[in-house]
C-alpha cells in the first residue's frame, strides 16, 4: 500500500463568541476580538487502495505559508512511499523526512507542515491495525475532560466575568482566559465558585522582571498557571525565575519541535510543558516529549486551540495521559460544525472508529474552503 495523492485544504470557519462590542485589537492572535472566523489547514492523504488519513498543521493566519511547505517540500518526501504498518516504521518514515529537511530549520512552517503528515500516518496506521487511536497509544480511558480555553475581552473586567460565569454554567469546571491585567483576571477569579480552576495565557508580553512582579500579584489569586509569561519565550533562564514569584508557570507550545522542550528538563523553569501537535511534530514528536517529561517528573497538558483533525489527534493524546489531564477547547460555537466533537461539552467521548475517527461533514468542507490543492507523485517535486 504506497501513498497515491495528498491533499491540502485551507479551510475559515464562522463562529460565535457572545462577545459584547469591545474595541478590535490585532488578529494575530487566534483569541483576537477581530476575528470572525478560524482558519484551519487540513491534510487528507490517500493510498493507492483507497484509505485516507487526515492531518492538520498549523497554522490560523499563516496558512498560506504552510499550505506552500506542504506543497513545495514536504509532500514530495511522501507522495508514492509505502504507508507504514507499525509505529516503528512510521517513526522511521518520518525520521527520514526530518532529515531531508534539516537545511529549512527544525521549526515554523516546514515543521508544522510535517506534523500535518505525521497525524495522518497515524490515522491511516489506526485504520490498518484496526484500532481507534486512543487505544493504539496505549489509553485505557475513552472519555476524556474538557477544559474551556476562552477569547480575549481586551481586559474588560465586567466582560470576562460575563464570560466565565457562562462557562461555569455550561458546566466547565476549569477555564483558561487570554487577559493580561491584573483586574480582569481578578474579576474571573471572583466571578467563580473557589473550586473552580482558573488559568491564564497572556502570550509572551513581558520581561522577565514585569512577569515576576505580575506573578507576585497574581499568587493570591492561586492560579492552575501563568502560561508564556516572557518574550522570549524560549527563555529558560527567565522562566524559571518567574516561576520563583510563586505562580505555577505553562510553558512550551512555541518550543522549536521536539527538541525545543529540552532546555526545560531540569531546569525547573516549569510546572507544565504544553506540546502543541500541529506544531511540534505531530503525535510521533507529541509521545518522544511526553517519554522525556515524564522522565523529569513535568506535567504535561498539550495546547490545542484546533478544530480540525489536530484537535482530534490531541484528544487521543490526552487520552493517554494521566486521568486528570483535560483537552483544551477553544470557548466558541462554530455553525457551521465541522464534525460532531466540535458541539463542545465539559466531556469527550472519543471516536471507537479506527484511528483518529475523523470525519468531516462535505457539504460543510466543501462551503467553507478557500483553497484546495491535490498533490501526486507525478505532479510535485522538491
Not at 514530495?76 to 529537511?101: I, Y
Not at 489506526?126 to 475581552?153: F, N, T
Not at 477569579?189 to 480552576?197: D, F, G, I, N, V
Request: with cysteine; glycine share 6%; charged share 20%.
Amino acid at each position: 500500500m504506497k501513498i497515491s495523492h495528498i491533499e491540502v485544504i485551507r479551510l475559515a470557519i464562522p463562529f460565535e463568541s457572545d462577545r459584547s462590542e469591545l474595541a478590535a485589537e490585532t488578529a494575530w492572535n487566534a483569541a483576537s476580538p477581530a476575528l470572525k472566523k478560524m482558519e484551519t489547514l487540513l491534510v487528507r492523504v490517500t493510498t493507492d487502495e483507497g484509505r485516507q488519513g487526515w492531518g492538520e498543521g498549523f497554522g490560523h493566519l499563516c496558512n498560506p505559508v504552510t499550505a506552500q511547505a506542504l506543497q513545495s517540500l514536504v509532500s514530495p518526501l511522501f507522495l508514492g512511499k509505502a504507508v507504514p504498518q507499525s509505529r516503528e516504521a512510521l517513526t522511521a518514515l518520518v525520521c527520514e523526512a526530518e532529515q531531508a529537511l534539516h537545511a529549512f530549520g527544525r521549526s515554523g512552517p516546514v515543521r508544522y507542515a510535517l506534523s500535518a503528515i505525521d497525524i495522518a500516518l497515524w490515522d491511516l496506521l489506526g485504520q490498518r491495525l484496526e484500532q481507534p487511536l486512543w487505544q493504539l497509544l496505549g489509553a485505557k480511558r475513552r472519555e476524556i475532560g474538557l477544559y474551556a480555553s476562552l477569547v480575549s475581552y481586551n481586559n474588560q473586567p465586567e466582560e470576562v466575568a460575563r464570560q466565565v460565569r457562562r462557562a461555569w454554567q455550561a458546566g466547565f469546571r476549569t477555564l483558561k482566559l487570554h487577559e493580561t491585567d491584573y483586574a480582569a483576571i481578578a474579576a474571573a477569579r471572583a466571578a467563580l465558585p473557589p473550586e473552580a480552576t482558573l488559568m491564564v495565557d497572556v502570550n509572551c508580553p513581558w520581561t522577565v522582571a514585569e512577569a515576576s512582579h505580575r506573578a507576585q500579584q497574581l499568587a493570591e489569586l492561586k492560579l492552575g498557571w501563568l502560561e508564556e509569561p516572557i518574550w522570549p519565550p524560549d527563555d529558560i533562564a527567565g522562566l524559571a525565575e518567574v516561576r520563583r514569584a510563586g505562580t505555577p508557570i505553562a510553558a512550551g507550545e512555541n518550543a522549536s519541535g521536539e527538541w525545543g522542550f529540552e532546555p526545560f528538563y531540569g531546569a525547573q523553569a516549569v510546572d507544565v510543558l504544553q506540546p502543541s501537535v500541529a506544531k511540534v511534530g505531530g503525535i510521533t514528536a507529541s509521545l518522544r516529549v511526553f517519554e522525556r517529561a515524564a522522565q523529569h517528573g513535568i506535567r504535561v497538558v498539550p495546547h490545542c486551540f484546533y478544530y480540525g483533525a489536530g484537535l482530534l489527534a490531541t484528544a487521543h493524546l490526552v487520552a493517554a495521559l494521566p486521568d486528570d489531564i483535560q483537552l483544551e477547547v477553544p470557548w466558541i460555537r462554530f455553525s457551521p460544525l465541522l464534525y460532531p466533537q466540535l458541539d463542545f461539552k465539559p466531556m469527550m467521548r472519543l471516536p471507537d472508529a479506527p484511528g483518529l475517527g475523523f470525519r468531516p461533514d462535505a457539504e460543510v468542507l466543501k462551503k467553507h474552503t478557500l483553497s484546495h490543492i491535490t498533490l501526486t507523485a507525478e505532479s510535485s517535486h522538491v
